[in-house]
């Protein structure tokens, strides 16, 4: 019975420990199974993920070529636009504030009538030109000049070369100088103001309400006449660089131009005979500007003038994509019959360079003067679609 008894218990135990591996083994082999197919199941799931993002590149890659298509088309399609102000605020108003010793010297030495306030809108679409003068023909004009030959002995294209013109507009506000901004608003803008200051300590506050009147934000601003300045970062603007050209030539001498933080520039003060001048270079989208800022005073002989200017042109020539000559220059270009007139336009367009305020920017009584200019070079294109504009505010 004893014998029996044992012999059970190892049957017993023998049978559970065979069910027990084999319980194990199952168990593993399920294990094994369950692991399989939850490896099969990510496997599929990552190549239906890599397919799905495979997908998703394809379409940013194609969204992307699409989008570089349209604005391709667009590029082609529409105008670029560079929008330039000039605005000479009538100084009737502005004379009342400064003292009565200092008008009456200004008054002496300038004899400034009333003056109308002019605006430029300028739009183009262009690619870099450049325009270089070859040595020979510089050694030619040498040549002519210390030989004593003058326009007249010239060749004929070259004496009878009449400048080219651009319609110049009119507006009466404002209210229409913002409307033509926003019309442009969509494009690439450079906007640039000219303003006949005369004394920015007097009537800097004047300029900020002009500012604040024209509802887009101005890129270059170019004040003349602002008189002596002993610490120009006193007329800082927010948001804007200054330069001042600490001109002396007499009182009413002195140029500021304001360039708006974010455009890239470089810049010096340059000599032309006796008047201090900005040179300014700067990089707009994709295109380069030059700008050449000056007040000649009409204390300054125009014939010394004029000879300096042509030898300045000669000798540092502005041949970027966009070229503007601006400024207070008191010479009037609507004195036809005048020969300081003609030979300054015919200089100008012996260099390229067309007027784009053609109107009368001064009035005195029924006759009016055009003594504030800006000169343009640059390609047919941008001068096609030009639109000068005077404000009579």
Known sequence: MTDFTISQREFLESLFLKLNTTIEEKATEIKRDITDKIENFENENNWKDKQLKRKINSIELENKRINKQVLSLERKTRKNNIVIFVEQLENENWADKLDEDTVEQAESKTQHPQIQPQVTTLTKKTKRQNEEHSIEDQNEQKRQKSEGITKDKMDPFIRDFKVKTIRTEELETTDELNKIISVNANYENLKVLHLNIR?????FEELEILLYEISHEIDIILLTETWKIENPELYKLNGYNIIYNDGNYNQNDGVVLLIKEGLHFDYKIDNLGPIKVIRAELKVFEH?????????SPALDSNEFLSELEYYLEAKPLNS??????GDINIDLLSGNNNITNEYL???????FESTINKATRINGETGSCLDHIFI???????DNTIPIILKK
């Open 199 to 203: 004394s920015i300590q007097k009537n």
């Open 288 to 296: 380069h500007v030059d700008i050449l800022c000056l007040y000649k």
């Open 321 to 326: 994509c966009i070229n503007l000559i601006l």
């Open 346 to 352: 015919n200089l100008m367009s012996e260099h390229n």
């Open 377 to 383: 070079k640059t390609t047919n294109e941008i001068k």
